[in-house]
């Protein structure tokens, strides 16, 4: 399926090892809870997923200091970028989510798909091109191709269209990007980066005001990267996982993937909106 740590106020040395204790069971109950999904988990091929999100979003992290504080991070803006896309708490955060939604899910209808021949080539086929994409020209040349399959309405864009249509991809990945701006600029609030404070209804109102920018750019991505990712699928097969998307199953690991990568964004976004704000405090953004 296609999809994107705070100090509290200190306290007394009894009360610092009850948190500690309680840390540490709450880590145990999750470590137990997430053995349910770690099948399903790993037939969708997420930890290879959730790496290249983690290069992505480094990145992304180093983009940010051109565009909000240039010249002023250096060394310790990326290090701090590399602590907050920890590769072992992305995977945590997204196993606990997964393991939560599918509780009361039966596994096995997924497994049966995605554990067979034609579901690990769908898997391997979507890994292999998320992660060519995080090559500029290869994000450059996939962006070009969809372009030419729309000018000569090419038919296998109609496939293409029905199974981001039957996930509905385009719109949960809105959604999701937006969430995750909402969580960036509230970390920068929290951290002191605008000038004055800002609001929640001024947060949510810069959010919304860049919907329509996110969803051209969340559909041009999205479908190239899909036509990349497929092209070596035949029609048959793109239509089966169509067919699957649309089953009861389906459903059910679609929202949980959506859910699960929704959290971890969110708090990866809000971490490095208060670290960024860290280094632009006291300057308009």
Known sequence: MVQQAYLAPGGNGRVL?????????????????????????????????IAIMRQEGIDYGL?????????????RWAALVETIYDLDRMERTVLGRLDA??????????LGFFGSDRGQRIVQLEVSARRAMLDQGVDDASREALGRLIEAQDPRLDLIRAFADANALVENNVVGAMNSNYAF?????????????????QILTDVWSQEQAIRDDTEEWLYSYLVMAYR?????????????SQTEPGAVINRALFAAFDEMFGALSLALGRAAAGFIAGEEL
């Not at 070596?232 to 699957?244: E, Q, V």
């Open 17 to 49: 090892l009850l948190l500690a204790l309680l840390a540490f069971v709450t880590l145990q109950a999750a470590a137990q809870a997430a053995v349910r999904a770690e099948p399903v988990y790993r037939a969708l091929g997420l930890p290879e997923i």
């Open 63 to 75: 983009e940010l200091e051109a565009e909000l504080f240039p010249g002023r991070g250096g060394p």
């Open 101 to 110: 939604e599918l509780e009361t899910a039966d596994l096995e209808p997924l």
């Open 185 to 201: 600029y509230t970390g920068l609030a929290a951290g002191g980066a605008f000038p004055g404070e800002m609001t929640e209804e």
């Open 232 to 244: 070596p699928l035949s029609d048959d097969d793109i239509k089966a996982y169509t067919a699957f």
